[in-house]
Every structure is written in structure tokens, then in C-alpha cells.
């Protein structure tokens, strides 16, 4: 049985069903090229992304800028980390990142179908296309897509509703050993959250990794949560808490500052050492008559101001990493500073608090008011990989639902929702003349290659897997997916896709299609003179030792 829909060979006899024949000129052919180089840029990408995409879906060793080796199969993660040079790859990716931002997730759908329309652009170009009709029979084979997508949706989640089910084919495409609990974790918070009025706030639930234990001893704790200790005397505020955030350290200057002093006689030592004393005391004493409580400190702290901090009631907290750092900062509502001076704004809490996790400790804000984080997720884990790959799992939950709070329609996974759209545009574009119904054919099969994708990723024989759903497509059983096993009923299995999301993702992806099809060059400004030397600087080292270079035709540094 056949599931493919035309290939290149019998595009010519449906162009010539056109009342305007189209044939090939000295224009279009020029133009072909550049088409051309931008189907290499992005199936460049598509290949790269192509293994993680799915439930089933492989992981990559990461090696970023800075020398860190992540293992993810995140393809955000991946794409963030790659040095592009092709704008095609480059706009391909910001397009990527435009979905991640928006919606969540998404990001490998939208370079795998990108990839897989230009795929199809390029033999309808080597068919005789023209490039405008080419731009506007995909711009209505999108229009088409979006206008039916709705009519997929056979489920929607109710609004007294356990969102489990709902979140979990969503979360369930990370690598994460026990999907079921932490799929549980993420349903209870954005339950408890949830206005009475049906509105959520995602930004009220925070989540905090810890190491340590396992996945199965995270929990849900209220208030926001990091990751911290307190270090001195003061080891909460229990009433009215006043913030102040510094990323420096907290007493005199490091030893390996660039600043040098110069002393030439032990009195004027002794007065450098008093007077730098003075001035930490004066620095304490100032955020004490601001009425700071609490100071978080990303950096040393040294242990004669904190005693001073201790006597001024004031609770030190010692941070561990930077990001958690601008959390607070865009939480609270006051400036992270690089100086021990009192912030103009301080941030308010109701109260600030230590708790021991097990091995590990950390810090709790809490707050009384609605539009501040109430509840927060404390994953645990043996590894930093398994904690990231359940960070992501636990904020694609949670954007997840977000997107079902504002629209609860859900369609068919597994690449069921795919084969049905091919289904229809297929059947359409049979019935169409002119350029029309090769771009409707061209959508169809490249919608087809997602649902190949993931029975290629989960083991499976492509073509009988593919031969099977599409003679249920046929039968107008559109509820067909791909499993781990085989075809499966998605509405058995409870595999979901949000609709936001979905009609985001095809929107994005035809977007920068359509915007790439009517590229007529590649124009690069010309180098400066420093420039210049530089680039000529790495072509002579790079002919002395070829290994160091690693970039293939299209741009991306791998």
C-alpha cells in the first residue's frame, strides 16, 4: 500500500493540469540554488534533531562553550549551544526558540517539519514551480492545516478535572525514571494553584533541584524555594522580611582583586586594615537602619562581617548558583547588586526560613500574597542530568497547563493528529488544479515524515508501521498512532497534544518556510580589516592541524 504522496517524477503532470503551464526558466533555475543551500542548512538541523524527538527519542553529549559536558536530549538545549553561520540554520533556530518561549515545547516538531517542507519545496522546484506560486499554494495549504487542525480536538480537559492524564504524554517525552510520580507532583501544584475563577499563574509555582536521594523523595513544599543555608546566628525572620540581594562577596574585598595597595611602613598597614574595617561595619549598619533582615550573598562570606550581621539581626544566606540568583531578583521585585549598599527597593516577604532536605539544605520565601510564588517543587536526584532532564519535564507540565487553563482541547499524539492532516490535504490536493494541488501534496508528505520519525526512533519497521496507519487513516480511524510496540488507539493509551501548541508549531514552522522560499541570495557584508587578519590568522592554523576544524558545508560547528 501506498503512503507516500507524489515524488518528483510525477510533479510535472500535475503542474501541467495548471490553466498557466509553468516551465522551467533561466530565472528559476538561478534561483534553485540558494533554495537549495537553504534545504541543506536546515536538514542539517532536522538530522541532528531528528533521534531525540519523541517519548523514545536518544540523548547527546553536549559539549558547550565553556567546556561542560551535559548529556541531554533536549533539542533547545541543543540548538542554544550550536555556532551557526548559515542564516537559513540561524533563522530556522530563532523560529525554534520562538515556540520554546511561547508554548513550551515544540521545538524539535518545528525543525523537523521545517526541514521536511523544504525538502519538499526543492522538488517542486525541480518540477517547474515558479517560487511565488510556490510561496502561495504552501501559504494555503497552511491556511487549510490551521482551519481543520480544530476539528481534530475529541477531547478537552474539564474543569474539576484531575489534569494527570492530560499533562502526562506531554512530560513523558524526557528521558525521566519514574514519569508517573513526577507527572502526580506536577498535576497537584498546578491544581492547588489554580484560581477559583479558572485562571492560572505559572510563575506561582517554582521548582528546585537539589542532588542527592532519588526522584522518588521530591515533594511539594510552600513558598519559593532555592537551593542555600544560612550561615550565621540568624536562621530565620519570621515576620516581615526585607531583602536585599548582592552577587559579591559579603566583606572586604577577595585577595585576587586587581587592585593593588601599596604600603610603605606597618602604621599605614595597620590604618589600611582599620580603616577597611570601618568601612564594612558602616556597610552592615547601613543595611540595618534600611531595615534589611535578610541578605542573600552569591559569593564569600567572610566570617567577621557575618558575626557583625549576626548582631544586627541580620539573616545571612549563602546562594549556590547565579540563576537562582536573578530568580529572586525578577521575583522580589529588587535589584541583584555588586556592592554591599542598601538597595533603593528592598524586597518584601512575609517570611524567610531554613529546611533540611534530607543531606541537603535549602531556603524558603514565603509570601501572603496571590501573585507570589505559593507552592515549589523540590526535585531530587543521584546525578545533575537526571535532574535536568526532570526540570524540563516539570516546566513542560506546567506550561502544558497553562496552555489548558486558556484552552482545554486536546488532539490525538503520536503522530496521530500528522497522518490525519495528511489525509485530508492529500485528498484535497488530488482534487485541485494549478499549483495548488502538488504544494497540498508536498504539505501532506512532509507532515507524514513526523509520525516515520517516531517509529524510526522507537525501533519499529517505518514502512509497515506506516502502511498500517494509513490503511486505518483510510478507514477514517484517525485515532491511529505510533507506539513503542506498534500502531496504537491514542484515545486507549491516553496520548495527548495540546491544541495551542500544536497550531503554534505549525504556524512557526510554515512561517519561516514561507519566508525561506523567497530568499534570492545570501549576502555577506564585507570583513573589516581586523577581521580579516583574524580569519586569515585561523585559516593558517587550521592548515597546520585540519583536525581542529570540524565544520561541515553548512555552517554549523559540531
Known amino acids: 500500500m501506498d503512503t507516500r504522496g507524489p515524488l518528483a517524477p510525477e510533479l510535472p503532470q500535475l503542474l501541467h493540469r495548471s490553466p498557466q503551464p509553468c516551465a522551467w526558466t533561466p530565472g ?18 532536522a538530522t541532528l534533531i531528528r533521534p531525540c524527538y519523541g517519548p523514545h527519542g536518544r540523548q547527546k553529549l553536549l559539549v558547550t562553550a565553556t567546556g561542560e559536558t551535559v548529556c541531554t536530549g533536549c533539542a ?18 530563532e523560529a525554534s526558540h520562538t515556540q520554546a518561549e511561547s508554548r513550551g515545547d515544540g521545538t ?10 523544504l525538502e519538499q519545496a526543492e522538488l517542486l522546484l525541480r518540477a517547474g514551480l515558479p517560487r511565488a506560486q ?27 478535572e484531575d489534569p494527570f492524564w492530560a499533562l502526562y504524554s506531554v512530560m513523558n517525552t524526557h528521558t525521566v525514571t519514574q514519569t508517573d510520580f513526577l507527572t502526580k507532583l506536577v498535576a497537584h501544584a498546578c491544581w492547588a494553584i489554580r484560581e477559583l475563577d479558572g485562571t492560572f499563574k505559572p510563575e506561582r509555582i517554582g521548582v528546585c533541584t537539589l542532588r542527592g536521594a532519588t526522584l522518588g523523595d521530591s515533594c511539594l513544599l510552600p513558598g519559593l524555594v532555592v537551593a542555600g543555608k544560612p550561615c ?86 549563602e546562594a549556590k548558583s547565579r540563576r537562582e540568583m536573578v530568580y529572586l531578583s525578577e521575583v522580589l521585585g529588587t535589584p541583584l547588586l555588586s556592592y554591599l549598599v542598601p538597595p533603593l527597593v528592598p524586597g518584601k516577604c512575609l ?81 485541485l488544479d494549478g499549483p495548488e494541488g502538488p ?40 485515532l491511529i498512532g505510533v507506539g513503542e510496540e506498534g500502531i496504537i488507539n491514542v484515545a486507549q493509551e491516553q496520548v495527548w497534544d495540546t491544541l495551542m501548541a500544536k497550531a503554534q508549531g505549525l504556524r512557526v514552522a510554515a512561517d519561516v518556510v514561507l519566508q525561506l522560499v523567497t530568499v534570492d541570495e545570501v549576502v555577506v557584508a564585507k570583513k573589516s580589516p581586523t577581521q580579516q587578519q583574524d580569519l586569515n ?22
Open 439 to 478: 504544494a497540498f501534496l508536498a504539505f501532506a508528505q512532509a507532515l507524514r515524515s513526523l509520525p516515520e520519525t517516531l517509529a524510526q526512533n522507537a525501533g519499529l519497521a517505518v514502512a509497515g508501521v506506516m502502511a498500517e496507519m494509513y490503511g486505518a487513516h483510510q478507514a477514517g480511524n484517525f
Open 351 to 431: 517570611r524567610v526560613y531554613g529546611q533540611e532536605l534530607g543531606e541537603s539544605l535549602a531556603v524558603v520565601f514565603e509570601w501572603d500574597c496571590p501573585s507570589s510564588p505559593a507552592l515549589t517543587l523540590i526535585l531530587r536526584g543521584a546525578t545533575t542530568e537526571g535532574l535536568r532532564g526532570a526540570e524540563q519535564a516539570a516546566y513542560h507540565g506546567i506550561d502544558a497547563y497553562s496552555q489548558l487553563c486558556q484552552d482545554p482541547r486536546l488532539l490525538p499524539g503520536a503522530g496521530a493528529t500528522e497522518m490525519a492532516l495528511a489525509k485530508i490535504l492529500s485528498e484535497k490536493g488530488r482534487k
Open 134 to 160: 510556490l510561496r502561495g499554494s504552501y501559504a494555503a495549504a497552511t491556511t487549510e492545516v490551521l482551519a481543520t487542525l480544530p476539528s481534530l480536538a475529541v477531547r478537552s480537559l474539564g474543569p474539576l
Open 232 to 317: 550565621g546566628q540568624v536562621t530565620m525572620v519570621l515576620r516581615g522580611a526585607r531583602v536585599a540581594l548582592f552577587a559579591c562577596p559579603f566583606g572586604p574585598a577577595s585577595s585576587n582583586a586587581p587592585a593593588t595597595a601599596r604600603l610603605s611602613s606597618p602604621e599605614e598597614l595597620n590604618k589600611f586594615r582599620k580603616g577597611s574595617e570601618q568601612r564594612i561595619e558602616k556597610q552592615v549598619s547601613q543595611l540595618a537602619d534600611m531595615g534589611i533582615n535578610v541578605v542573600v550573598v552569591w559569593g564569600e562570606i567572610d566570617e567577621k562581617t557575618l558575626l557583625r550581621a549576626d548582631r544586627s539581626g541580620i539573616m545571612v544566606i
Open 108 to 117: 524539535a516538531f518545528v525543525v523537523l517539519l521545517a526541514g521536511a517542507l
Open 76 to 93: 533547545t538545549a541543543i540548538l542554544r549551544a550550536l555556532e551557526l553561520e548559515h542564516p537559513a540554520a540561524w533563522l530556522l533556530r
Open 537 to 558: 590568522s585561523d585559516s593558517k592554523k587550521a592548515k597546520k592541524c585540519p583536525s581542529l576544524v570540524r565544520k561541515n558545508s553548512f555552517g554549523i560547528n559540531k
Open 28 to 45: 528559476a533555475r538561478a534561483g534553485e540554488k540558494n533554495v537549495l543551500s537553504s534545504t541543506a542548512a536546515a536538514q542539517a538541523l
